[in-house]
């Protein structure tokens, strides 16, 4: 059964007490670089520093007393590991989490803060499955895909939902998308309750799994995902979501690594807030493709912010 | 005449079209750390990225039309810098903005953006005021100090009438000090607004001629300020608004860089947001003097967000 609207009004309601009601900043710099109205809804100031809150929370109050004792258990590059983590917590169980060794240092940091338990795999999709099966079978914890997941799928649409709520003149919705959980949710989310927007999925040039699938309307998978945007890297997207972004996303677009990183610089400079690279390809997408964003209203979603602040800043130019 | 209540208001209604209401934001990590509720009146999401822009439309905007057709004169480091030149532009008059060659390039870029016409000086008051002086002769503009000022002084204090509007509750209200004017402001827009709320001045040791002045309750000067909140090395503070500071603040604590480049550090980090050097000087005095934040209600003003992010981030831990 794919989530369907009453299940992300459910995720919302059953989350709002532990999440952050984000803000929707606005950039009149940004607004003439781009020849559009931009609204930036900051996951960036989520709790645990990212939307994944959203869909690890509603995931872990989703399970009954049974399952919850015995906890959780996922594999992340960060984001979703750190949520999973933090959500636990507040309910009290364990959290076990494979991090890939190369996964950002302030991202492991965060997941131990939240007092998880974390197995450090081979970075890979190959790696990080067969070390959370190991995990898995000698916790009996639940497992909690970061995107393959209804549960996680329908709260990362509360994103959508919320968004919709406070702007309800969207001609444009740019999503970033990655295992595809975020832009899935969030097209549930707008066919109910803003059809008339344009849902777009923003992807890096060098991880465009999510391009093809979408062109060719079947999964397709990528050998190597090359971005400096960690959170998108994956080379296939996931078997739940990827009906849901078929029926219900206008169009993927790509951006190259150099707008990204422009994108990530403009972000930074001229609107003073901190974003992660994936946060940055959908102003990327807008600055690739000015004609198709001119004049309208656009809604960016800006992920997360968790950065190692050094290493971006060096890339600056 | 120092300005009054009255001023700030009408300067409120002066400037409120041309400016940001900025937001208010809350850190659950830095209310952990401190121990206290933190409430951060963000001006770093300012038009010009900082608080500067009220003082100056409002003294843009209450010149008669014949000073106004001559221009506006200043030195700056470089906020109210580039705020005179962006209030100048939007009024359609002329500009001239005298800089310290050592001023951060980005604050050298905005105001030469802004259409003004930049001349360099060397660092130092009296370099500053020298060169002033020649620019005025020539060109018969109206000077407009950065801080010892009646009009911008009023106009600075909209920050803190904004901020009363929108929390009642404060104990306390940390204001950086520099040359006195946005302190100045807020503690008059205090007095009449919420007079529970106790202004502190927030100051870095290397630079504490306000905090000596303070003490002294005369004007004292340092030799040569020592701090990288290049917003808040000055000598000695305005005339204008020290009997101001006198009458209506409650007290002045200094900070040394260690914990200003820690409290930076934290805010980009946790709160997810850019800050300069001047702003995390209200956040670096309450890790130095934890019990006297305890468990209060405390706002800081976040003054300006114009940095150099590369040669900041490179001196985080």
Known sequence: MHPNFDDIKN???????????TPV????????ITQANL????ENFQKAGAFKIRGATNAVLSLTERQAEKGVATHSSGNHGAALALAAKRRGIPAYIVMPTNS?????????AYGAEITYCEPGLAGREATVEKVIAKTGATFIHPYNNEW????????GYEFFQEKNSLDILIVPVGGGGLIAGVS?????????TKIIGAEPKGADDAYRSFKAKKLLSIP???TFCDGLATSVMGSIPFPIILENVHAIFTASEETIINALQLIWERMKIIVEPSAAVSLAIILENPDFFKDKNVGLILSGGNVDIKAIATRFS
Chains 1, 2 share one sequence.
């Open 188 to 196: 549930l989310a707008g066919r109910a309750f803003s059809p008339q």
């Open 11 to 21: 995720a919302a309601t059953r989350i709002n007490p532990f999440i952050h009601h």
């Open 104 to 112: 950002p240092e302030v991202k492991k940091r965060a997941v131990a």
């Open 152 to 159: 996680v799928i329908a709260g990362q649409g509360t994103v």
């Open 39 to 42: 609204f930036f809804k900051c």
């Open 25 to 32: 900043l606005t950039s009149s710099v940004l607004n003439a």
């Open 224 to 226: 190597a995902p090359q």
